[in-house]
């Protein structure tokens, strides 16, 4: 299945620099209401649209974006350098802060301090939980989260939820199956919240020691959200509409032996989603390291191909809505 193209809307791409999101950092979905979301998918679907006619335009012509990345990442980094190029800016990348005077003992504020003299927006990811707080406290420019340790990846969580929407038509009324590491992964601690905006039941399925914390799952509890915990998949696997898979992070376990103990705990393959509904999808935030067997990837449910070009569309939005342009 290819992304479906959309008409266009006509949001009101421009100079706004009253824009409510004007100069604002993205550093939580706890920023986020139902409006909020309405107005991003709606210029997602916009910028979707211009990308599909004319490729590249010049939105964000003279705007430089710094990309600083004390973590790995393929997709988040390429997507924000992409999306800054989709709107005609340019992009500062620092994927290597070994080789950034981050190396020399550079603190977090003083890099962020340095890099908004020479860019317009920041966006970071660091293995720190509330470093993007900390760096947007620094700086006058605006810091998007790109993952913050075990924290939040918020501009994931919109991308995701921005493909249920487009993939599923709606998400009030869904239930929604997060499988994996919900101990460590910062993808699914966004979407569920971002997902307690909607009339959703989340089931939780994980092994014991990966279970999602305690502090998550009483705050959407005190929402009203319905949830479920499970430690293996068959018992909800057929009412799912949205199975969301993650990898076990291996890089956040202290004790090897512990990771070793629950790796392959789930593999999504064709045998499997014999018991899925047929309207249903799989997403993955990815990478994945054998959680979803390749062989499952030709399968219309699977979406975690074009849940990454979903982002792109997301994170163009973000760039023009904090640069005051939507
Ligand atoms: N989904 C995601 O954050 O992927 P990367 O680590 O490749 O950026």
Same mark, same amino acid.
């Given at each position: 299945?290819?992304? +479906?193209?959309?008409?266009?809307?006509?949001?009101?791409?421009?100079?706004?620099?009253?824009?409510?999101?004007?100069?604002?950092?993205?550093?939580?979905?706890? +920023?986020?209401?139902?409006?909020?979301?309405?107005?991003?998918?709606? %210029?997602?679907?916009?910028?979707?649209?211009?990308?599909?006619?004319?490729?590249?335009?010049?939105?964000?012509?003279?705007?430089?974006?710094?990309? /600083?990345? $004390?973590?790995?990442?393929?997709?988040? &980094?390429?997507?924000?350098?992409?999306?800054?190029?989709?709107?005609?800016?340019?992009?500062?990348?620092?994927?290597?802060?070994?080789?950034?005077?981050?190396?020399?003992?550079?603190?977090?504020?003083?890099? %962020?301090?340095?890099?908004?003299?020479?860019?317009? %927006?920041?966006?970071?990811?660091?293995?720190?939980?509330?470093?993007?707080?900390?760096?947007?406290?620094?700086?006058?420019?605006?810091?998007?989260?790109?993952?913050?340790?075990?924290?939040?990846?918020?501009? +994931?969580?919109?991308?995701?939820?921005?493909?249920?929407?487009?993939?599923?038509?709606?998400?009030?009324? /869904?239930?929604?199956?997060?499988?994996?590491?919900?101990?460590?992964?910062?993808?699914?601690? &966004?979407?569920?919240?971002?997902?307690?905006?909607?009339?959703?039941?989340?089931?939780?399925?994980?092994?014991?020691?990966?279970?999602?914390? !305690?502090?998550?799952?009483?705050? /959407?509890?005190?929402?009203?959200?319905?949830?479920?915990?499970?430690?293996?998949?068959?018992?909800?696997?057929?009412?799912?509409?949205?199975?969301?898979?993650?990898?076990?992070?291996?890089?956040?376990? !202290?004790?090897?032996?512990?990771?070793?103990?629950?790796?392959?705990? $789930?593999?999504?393959?064709?045998?499997?989603?014999?018991?899925?509904? +047929?309207?249903?999808? %799989?997403?993955?935030?990815?990478?994945?390291?054998?959680?979803?067997?390749?062989?499952?990837?030709?399968?219309?449910? !699977?979406?975690?191909?074009?849940?990454?070009? $979903?982002?792109? $569309?997301?994170?163009?939005?973000?760039?023009?809505?904090?640069?005051?342009?939507?």
């Amino acid at each position: 299945m290819t992304i +479906q193209k959309h008409t266009m809307t006509h949001l009101p791409l421009g100079d706004h620099k009253t824009a409510p999101w004007y100069g604002k950092d993205i550093l939580s979905v706890k +920023q986020f209401d139902r409006l909020d979301l309405e107005y991003i998918f709606g %210029v997602a679907h916009e910028m979707h649209d211009m990308v599909d006619h004319i490729g590249t335009f010049d939105l964000l012509k003279g705007k430089i974006l710094a990309n /600083l990345f $004390y973590e790995p990442s393929t997709r988040t &980094s390429s997507s924000f350098t992409a999306a800054m190029e989709r709107l005609g800016g340019s992009v500062i990348p620092i994927n290597e802060v070994k080789y950034s005077s981050v190396a020399k003992g550079e603190s977090l504020p003083d890099t %962020v301090r340095t890099l908004e003299c020479y860019a317009d %927006v920041i966006v970071l990811r660091h293995p720190e939980v509330g470093s993007a707080a900390i760096a947007a406290k620094a700086a006058r420019k605006p810091v998007i989260n790109a993952g913050d340790g075990i924290g939040e990846h918020p501009t +994931q969580a919109l991308l995701d939820a921005f493909t249920i929407r487009e993939e599923l038509g709606h998400i009030d009324g /869904l239930t929604v199956t997060l499988l994996g590491d919900l101990k460590h992964g910062r993808t699914v601690h &966004s979407l569920a919240r971002l997902l307690s905006l909607y009339k959703v039941k989340l089931n939780y399925v994980s092994p014991d020691i990966l279970r999602m914390p !305690a502090e998550l799952m009483d705050e /959407l509890s005190q929402k009203g959200v319905e949830q479920t915990e499970y430690t293996t998949l068959d018992a909800c696997l057929p009412e799912t509409d949205v199975l969301y898979v993650t990898r076990v992070q291996k890089e956040r376990f !202290a004790d090897e032996a512990a990771y070793e103990s629950v790796k392959g705990a $789930y593999v999504i393959n064709a045998e499997v989603m014999k018991a899925a509904k +047929q309207r249903m999808i %799989v997403m993955h935030p990815l990478p994945r390291v054998g959680e979803i067997d390749p062989a499952f990837d030709e399968d219309p449910r !699977a979406a975690y191909f074009r849940q990454m070009e $979903y982002g792109l $569309y997301v994170r163009m939005a973000l760039l023009a809505m904090v640069l005051g342009k939507a």
